[in-house]
């Protein structure tokens, strides 16, 4: 009888010792991180809550020290190629969203004279003094704007129908539109229906370009700036309104960053050893988003530039009779 006891007390033992190891085994490696929660199980004894932390802080263990040796593979990888770069992904997440300038813009109205359109983006109140030279030309020409403007004996290059270019064009009292492509900024001007190309695809400026109404332009980003350089101009027209030269010699600088969806702010700034004594840099000024303008068509047609000379420009700069 004895000898039965013992054996059944043995038996006992056993299955207890197999529950113990089955249900550990369950709550071990079962996952509590579904939405429902599961039943509570019975409570079991401090050795064996002991031994059950000791399987589950083993597992994380060796989870975590997998995933390092991991990453530590991929980052030596990434770091041994020449020129490695970020992924995709960070890419888009580190690219500003201010490299967008798409839109037709319009300069605010904050010239010197109140109420009219500013075309002090080449702001005279900032100009640097002249060199011998360029204070010459600037005494004999026959201003548009300013002290020196004579209505009626004007002698401005889009009086004769000839082209705008920068910087002059940038600063009229039209609006223009921005289009990004691939390798390109595009400028259209509805001043005489005029478009400017821009590269963004890395080129440099050439060393000796032909001198042209536009110059030639390339752009590049920094950080929420694009700045666009421009050379190979010719010295047909002014700079501005007032009659300060352009010559084959100028650099112009525009910077151009969106202050936010509805504000384009733009800087020009002008370098000429010939003309200038030192760089003209303008305040920055401001244009507006209008986004349902669209650039109405405007074409320098001769003879009705002639018809507007004699009907308006020249007649404005005649006195009129005194009554008797």
């Known amino acids: 009888m004895v000898i039965e006891q013992v054996k059944d007390g043995k038996e006992v033992e056993e299955l207890k010792e197999v529950k113990d190891k089955t249900l550990l085994a369950h709550l071990c490696v079962q996952d509590f991180s579904g939405s429902k929660l599961p039943s509570p199980p019975q409570l079991p004894s401090l050795p064996f809550l002991r031994t059950c932390l000791a399987m589950r802080v083993a597992s994380l263990l060796a989870i975590l020290g997998t995933s390092l040796a991991f990453s530590a593979m991929a980052f030596a990888q990434n770091n041994s190629q020449p020129g490695a770069q970020l992924s995709e992904p960070a890419k888009t997440q580190a ?39 360029g204070q010459e030309k600037f005494n004999t020409a026959q201003a548009l704007q300013g002290d020196k403007a004579v209505a009626g004996k004007e002698d401005n290059s889009a ?34 229906h005029i478009w400017r190309e821009i590269w963004t695809d890395g080129r440099p400026l050439p060393k000796d370009p032909d001198p042209s ?15 666009v350089e421009t050379i190979g101009f010719n010295d047909k027209e002014w700079v501005d309104l007032y009659g300060n030269p352009r010559t084959p010699t100028t650099r112009l600088t525009e910077r151009y960053r969106r202050l936010n969806h509805d504000t384009l702010e733009q800087q020009i700034i ?27 068509e405007w074409f320098c047609v001769l003879d009705e530039n002639h018809d507007y000379d004699d009907v308006v420009r020249k007649p404005a700069g005649v006195a009129p009779t005194p009554k008797k």
């Open 213 to 227: 109404w536009l110059g030639y332009s390339v752009g590049r980003w920094e950080g929420d700036t694009f700045v």
């Open 95 to 133: 690219a500003p969203l201010s490299h967008d300038l798409s839109g037709v813009w319009m300069q605010y109205r904050d010239g010197d004279v109140p109420g009219t359109p500013g075309m002090n983006g080449v702001n005279e109140h900032f100009r640097p003094p002249l060199t011998p030279w």
């Open 270 to 296: 002008i370098e000429d050893p010939k003309v200038f004594t030192k760089p003209w840099v303008s305040p920055p000024k401001l244009h507006k988003l209008e986004p349902g303008w669209e650039l109405a």
């Open 159 to 192: 009086l004769r129908c000839e082209p705008s270019g920068p910087p002059q064009v940038l600063i009229l009292p039209n609006p223009l539109e921005i289009v990004q492509i691939p390798g390109r900024v595009l400028m259209f001007f509805e001043e005489q």
